[in-house]
Nanobody, 116 residues
C-alpha cells in the first residue's frame, strides 16, 4: 500500500513562488519518476511537467522556464518549484508518480491560487 501526501499549495501574489511536494510512503517503495498535472474548475486535467528515472525533465510550454520538477529519492518525494507565478497558474495541482514495481499513483491535489 502506497500513500501520497501533497503539500505546499496556497495563496500567492503574481510574481511569487511556491514549492509543491508529494511524499510517497509505503513498504519497499522507491520513487522512480513522476508528473505534475493541474486542473481548473470545469476544465480537463492538464499535464505540467515530467521527470524520468534518468532525471530527464520536460515541461509544458506555458510553464517552461518558470517551473522546475525534481525528485528526492532518499525521501521518496516529488517536488515542483514554481517561480514567477501568474494568475493563469491558479489550479489544483496533482502529483502522479511511480516506483520500481508499483504505480502509478495519484496525489489528492493541492490548491494553488495566484491573486493580488
Amino acid at each position: 500500500q502506497v500513500e501520497l501526501a501533497e503539500s505546499g499549495g496556497g495563496l500567492v501574489q503574481p510574481g511569487g513562488s511556491l514549492r509543491l511536494s508529494c511524499a510517497a510512503s509505503g513498504s519497499r517503495f522507491s520513487l522512480k519518476g513522476g508528473n505534475w498535472y493541474r486542473q481548473e474548475p470545469g476544465k480537463q486535467r492538464e499535464w505540467v511537467a515530467s521527470i524520468t528515472s534518468a532525471d530527464s525533465t520536460t515541461y509544458a510550454g506555458s510553464v517552461k522556464g518558470r517551473f522546475t520538477i525534481s525528485r528526492d529519492n532518499a525521501k521518496n518525494t516529488l517536488c515542483l518549484q514554481m517561480n514567477s507565478l501568474k494568475p493563469e497558474d491558479t489550479a489544483v495541482y496533482f502529483c502522479h508518480l511511480w516506483g520500481d514495481f508499483s504505480g502509478p499513483y495519484w496525489g489528492q491535489g493541492t490548491q494553488v491560487t495566484v491573486s493580488s
